[in-house]
């Protein structure tokens, strides 16, 4: 019993993005976090586990830089972390195995992660894994409690903010929820330092080499915007109303 | 080029970002199947030009939203090189789901795509455009509003599959009714409010203007964390939804980076801002220096006018 909770590290939302010989230059990224959405994933784990629902384990997968979202994970309670080591930009296929082998391997069967991650902004991987490993997916909740064996989760979908009931192993994919996001006391942050981390590469979980069948051919900055006609009080409106239709003809 | 899309329904009809998907592969050649989950929409989807069959797929399953359900139930009728779905929440999450099953990768909310595939994409919020290649087959999720909808004139056949399924998830409780308001995603029109709003309840005046322009009302993130009434599926931003429509207009949103990420792609941007020194006013095409309360009701008013002629 327990709850694999799935960490992305991205760029700090503040964080400036700049692009160099047609990449993301992620040397000048001063700033790493944990995925906003993986966070309310995490959050809800540390509850769950509060509410007795056994252990929790946080896994990333990325470079050595990556193992940092493992330690803040440990500052607010998860009790292990996997970090696969990867260093190459790897697709959706990739991504999926590589976590699922990490998932088997805890042998848990609620899977927590953020809707997308904030570099990709995709969110391919939740519903992806779930089918890689078989389990049910159940997307943008706000939040899940455990009663009985059944989960109920919170969540938005297409007729309204409903409560759903899911029977089985399950991955839950996150949206920003309600919950506040607890911070790591002091006390918290000095075990995390010393909480060992699971290192594994992709062969230790029994994944080959493989080529990414996903690859990038170019980063780019959106192009600037021109600088724009100026109004001044209110008794421009109409005259803005003329050229919304007249000149940019979008209404 | 064979290909398959997977349908978008919308209260139990077809969404016009179908269209718009099959006008996508259209551009590519080859045979185009379009798959209804639940059967919505099927006839609609045949007339649509460019169509070659419809698979109208129907079983119990389809009554609640149960991504691995229905992504078990329409795996094994998707063919072809290149699968293609809405970048919808639920159809990000099929395409996802169905690509897994399949063993392909999947590379989501592309807003433009060519041959043999060259996919673009925003990322970091639309921070930076990434360009990618990726072969078939693989599966593609695009952008609403990001490419020209097949026009209508097809007479596809339309073939049904009753599926039995087992299903995992079951609606327990409806604790709120969706909103009837068209979502910030999908808009060609978008009116947000953030902060300067000064407080929740005077959003309604920004749905009295989107009422009068067939608008979605969107929100900064200032707005929605300051304020328990506004939603985070208003949030237009990093952490919120990215859009791209034809005209979004900005009322009293200061423009942090988060936000301009997030909405800086739109076609023509309209500031309306009482500080002549708000950064949103930098990415502007018309900016206007004034009180929300001054400048919405005379608005709202040159609107009604504008529209009713």
Redesign the interface.
């Known amino acids: 019993m327990g709850v694999a909770v799935l960490l992305k590290q991205v760029?700090d939302?503040?964080a400036?993005?700049s692009?160099s010989g047609g990449r993301?230059d992620e040397g000048s990224i001063t700033k790493w976090s944990i995925s906003?959405?993986d966070e309310y994933a995490l959050e809800n784990a540390i509850q769950l586990k509060e509410a007795g629902f056994g252990d929790v384990v946080a896994i990333t997968c990325g470079p050595a830089r990556a193992a940092k979202c493992l330690t803040e994970a440990a500052a607010v309670g998860a009790d292990r972390l996997i970090h696969i080591l990867t260093d190459s930009y790897l697709?959706?296929?990739q991504v999926?195995s590589l976590l699922s082998a990490a998932v088997k391997e805890t042998g848990f069967e609620v899977v927590m992660c953020g809707?997308?991650a904030?570099?990709?902004?995709?969110?391919?991987?939740?519903?992806?894994?779930?089918?890689?490993l078989g389990?049910?997916?159940?997307?943008?909740v706000t939040g899940v409690s455990i009663d009985g064996g059944l989960a109920?989760a919170?969540r938005?979908?297409?007729?309204?903010?409903?409560?759903?009931?899911?029977?089985?192993p399950?991955v839950f994919t996150f949206?920003?929820g309600?919950s506040e996001l607890r911070r790591p006391n002091v006390r918290g942050i000095m075990m995390a330092k010393k909480k060992p981390i699971d290192s594994l590469l992709p062969n230790d979980l029994g994944i080959g080499d493989s080529d990414?069948?996903?690859?990038?051919?170019?980063?780019?900055?959106?192009p600037e915007?021109q600088?724009?006609?100026?109004?001044?009080?209110?008794?421009?409106?109409?005259e803005?109303?003329e050229?919304?239709?007249g000149e940019?003809n979008?209404? | 080029m064979s290909t398959t899309v997977i349908s978008e329904s919308n209260n139990g009809t077809l969404h016009p970002v179908t269209a718009q998907l099959v006008g996508a592969a259209s551009s590519l050649g080859g045979p185009i199947t379009v798959i209804c989950p639940g059967g919505v929409g099927a006839s609609d989807a045949a007339k649509i030009s460019g169509v070659a069959n419809v698979i109208s797929v129907v079983g119990d399953c389809f009554e609640?939203?149960?991504?691995?359900?229905w992504?078990k139930t329409l795996s094994p009728l998707v063919e072809g090189e290149l699968i293609l779905s809405s970048s919808s929440?639920?159809g990000?999450?099929?395409i996802?789901?169905?690509?897994?099953?399949k063993?392909?990768?999947?590379?989501?909310?592309v807003t433009s795509l060519k041959n043999s595939f060259?996919a673009t994409r925003?990322?970091?919020?639309?921070?930076?455009?990434?360009?990618?290649?990726?072969?078939p087959p693989?599966a593609i999720s695009l952008r609403v509003n990001s490419f020209e909808s097949a026009a209508d004139g097809g007479s596809a056949e339309v073939s049904t599959v009753n599926v039995s399924q087992e299903v995992?998830?079951?609606?327990?409780?409806?604790?709120?009714?969706?909103?009837e308001r068209l979502d910030v995603s999908e808009a060609d029109?978008i009116i947000s409010g953030g902060r300067g709003m000064g407080e929740p309840a005077n959003f309604s005046h920004l749905n009295e203007v989107a009422d009068v322009?067939g608008a979605a009302v969107g929100a900064s993130r200032a707005a929605v964390d300051t304020w328990?009434e506004i939603p985070?599926?208003m949030q237009v931003g990093?952490?919120g939804k990215?859009v791209t429509p034809?005209?979004y207009i900005a009322v009293g949103i200061s423009g942090a980076?988060?936000h301009l990420a997030g909405m800086?792609?739109s076609?023509?941007?309209?500031a309306i801002n009482k500080d002549?020194e708000a950064p949103i006013?930098?990415?502007?095409?018309?900016?206007?220096?004034?009180?929300w309360e001054?400048?919405l009701p005379?608005?709202k008013e040159?609107?009604i006018e504008?529209?009713s002629n």
């Open positions: 760029p939302t503040t400036k993005i692009i993301v906003p959405y697709d959706s296929i999926q809707k997308q904030a570099d990709t902004n995709s969110g391919s991987t939740g519903p992806g894994l779930a089918s890689t389990f049910s997916c159940v997307g943008g109920y919170t938005l979908g297409p007729s309204g903010l409903e409560k759903v009931e899911v029977g089985g399950c949206d920003k309600d990414s069948m996903v690859v990038i051919k170019d980063h780019s900055s959106p915007k600088p724009g006609q100026k109004f001044v009080g209110s008794e421009s409106v109409p803005v109303v050229k919304l239709r940019a979008v209404i | 609640t939203y149960d991504c691995s359900a992504s929440a639920i990000r999450e099929l996802s789901s169905i690509s897994a099953t063993g392909i990768p999947v590379v989501q909310d060259s925003t990322i970091y919020s639309g921070k930076v455009i990434e360009e990618v290649s990726i072969s693989c995992a998830v079951a609606v327990k409780q409806a604790l709120a009714r969706a909103s029109i322009l328990g985070h599926s990093q952490t990215t034809n005209l980076i988060q800086r792609s076609k023509f941007i309209l002549p006013f930098g990415v502007a095409d018309y900016g206007i220096v004034s009180t001054d400048a005379v608005l040159q609107l504008l529209l």
